[in-house]
């Protein structure tokens, strides 16, 4: 169904893909697997036709694809999925299903017949949803199957999902794989591009690994093992990714009382050591990014008390919270957590101008400085300190943020998914970084949906279902089954 030939894409002072070739068996579902940076979406975005080539060519059911162009491949019915979802939240299912391709009737829009056109594609792929609904009413799942319809009423034939189970939880991943398998068996074609490897063996029929945008080598998923794809992947052993614990957690250095907040937040209490790392887990909708946000002054409590070193604080504001030594890894990075258009240097830096004087002048030769021991501190690739970021893979991203919260000199440190979409040597990498950051003190909040790596690197584990804390967990005490009790309830 594609094929692409010696596909080579260069940027400014980098060569992102070095002849790749990959071939894509129809009806098959095909992963793509890589650490960070190794050109996974890069291939995608040429695919879709928002890069253009540098060399090679694009084969698609035996046909050479020229001039390639989003609207050329939508034509050819290429669908890119993304991990961010590229929907109209205030708009309905039949409105996202047709955007751009609106039906109209005396040159108006023809509600009814989009609607009924719409109710048809659902009823097809056998989804529990209206067309009349908004998008904005619908879990991530569902909008994801929106996703899928829209890529289906423009007929198309491949369909690349990039991230597409980043945010969803396990019933969700079983309605979302049993579409894609049925979808698969009809003849459409899956490009599956995922860093959790369990749904890869789980899901896809083929794979194609890539490392340092070059392909590795490729074939049947069957003839792997996860060792062995995490060994061409990285180039390097994973068998210890959680790093040994040596931090010895001291004195209370916060203390939450009471926080609450309508049903987000329901008399929430816990504190904080030096040098520990608390985790927090839950469900979706538990309330873990709430106590985050809350902590640092981003939202407002209807009640609750906040001591910080000993001292009753008040924050207006996340800027009050971070004046007053606190720093976020947001979970939503591209939107809260980074200016997509701007530079590493930049990113990096803006965290530190508040703590000079309006009259210092900025060295931008000490910024380039910060930036680039950043970069060689969590390997940033490409590393090159004027990157956009917008241009840049997710997990590298995300390695950006956390240098601008290091470079604010925060004591404490709330990350919330930390590795989310983060290759495993990424992973690790972040791993040892936090370790380091409590050995010397640092004190450490974080938020993950991820059981095994709250399990491997955090001193307690606190646990929440509907706004409510049901247990906080030494590290010893904690297992897998444990937390899960508490977060359904079940006690």
Do not use: W
């Not at 790093?243 to 009471?258: A, F, H, Q």
């Not at 520990?276 to 839950?282: F, K, Q, S, T, V």
């Not at 491997?456 to 906080?472: K, Q």
């Amino acid at each position: 169904m594609l094929r692409m030939e010696n596909i080579t894409k260069a940027f400014p002072g980098v060569i992102a893909l070095n002849d790749i070739s990959l071939h894509v068996e129809k009806g098959s579902i095909h992963a793509l697997v890589g650490e960070n940076g190794a050109g996974k979406s890069t291939l995608m975005k040429i695919l879709s036709g928002a890069y253009s080539l540098s060399c090679g060519k694009v084969f698609i059911d035996n046909e050479e694809i020229t001039d390639i162009t989003p609207a050329k491949m939508i034509e050819k019915g290429v669908a890119v999925i993304y991990q961010e979802l590229m929907l109209l939240n205030h708009r309905t299912v039949a409105e996202n299903i047709f955007l751009g391709n609106y039906p109209t009737k005396n040159g108006l829009i023809d509600y009814a017949t989009m609607e009924a056109e719409a109710q048809k594609i659902l009823d097809m792929l056998k989804l529990d949803l209206s067309a009349k609904a908004v998008i904005n009413d619908l879990s991530v799942a569902k909008r994801q199957m929106v996703e899928i319809a829209k890529a289906m009423s423009r007929n198309a034939r491949i369909i690349v999902l990039d991230e597409p189970t980043a945010v969803l939880g396990e019933s969700e991943l079983e309605g979302l794989f049993s579409l894609i398998k049925k979808l698969s068996k009809e003849g459409i074609t899956f490009i599956y591009i995922s860093h959790r490897l369990k749904e890869i063996f789980e899901l896809c029929t083929h794979l194609s690994i890539l490392k340092d945008g070059k392909m590795v080598e490729g074939g049947r998923t069957e003839d792997y093992d996860e060792d062995k794809i995490i060994r061409l992947m990285v180039g390097r052993d994973m068998s210890n990714i959680f790093p040994i614990k040596t931090n010895r957690p001291g004195n209370v250095i916060l203390d939450v009382e009471g926080f609450s907040r309508g049903r987000e937040l329901k008399n929430v209490s816990f504190s904080l050591k030096e040098g520990e790392i608390l985790g927090i887990a839950g469900l979706a909708g538990a309330g873990r990014t709430e106590v985050l946000r809350a902590i640092i002054g981003a939202d407002s409590l209807e009640s609750g008390k906040l001591t910080i070193h000993g001292k009753e604080v008040h924050f207006k504001s996340a800027k009050d919270g971070i004046a007053a030594g606190l720093g976020i890894v947001p979970e939503e990075r591209k939107t809260q957590g980074l200016l997509l258009k701007q530079n590493i240097v930049y990113n990096v830096g803006i965290s530190s101008q508040n703590k000079r004087s309006a009259f210092t002048p900025i060295s931008i030769s000490q910024e380039y400085k910060t930036a680039e021991s950043y970069i060689d501190m969590f390997h940033i690739r490409p590393r090159i300190p004027k990157m956009i970021c917008g241009n840049m893979s997710g997990g590298n991203q995300q390695k950006v943020v956390l240098s601008k919260c290091l470079n604010a000199k925060c004591d404490i440190l709330l990350v919330d998914e930390p590795t989310r979409g983060i290759d495993v040597g990424a992973k690790q990498e972040i791993y040892q970084i936090l370790n380091e950051l409590v050995t010397e003190g640092m004190s450490i909040i974080m938020v993950s949906s991820e059981l095994p790596e709250l399990l491997g690197m955090c001193d307690r584990i606190m646990v929440m279902c509907e706004g409510r804390v049901t247990a906080i967990v030494d590290r010893e005490d904690a297992d897998e089954e444990t937390l899960m009790r508490y977060a359904t309830a079940y006690v």
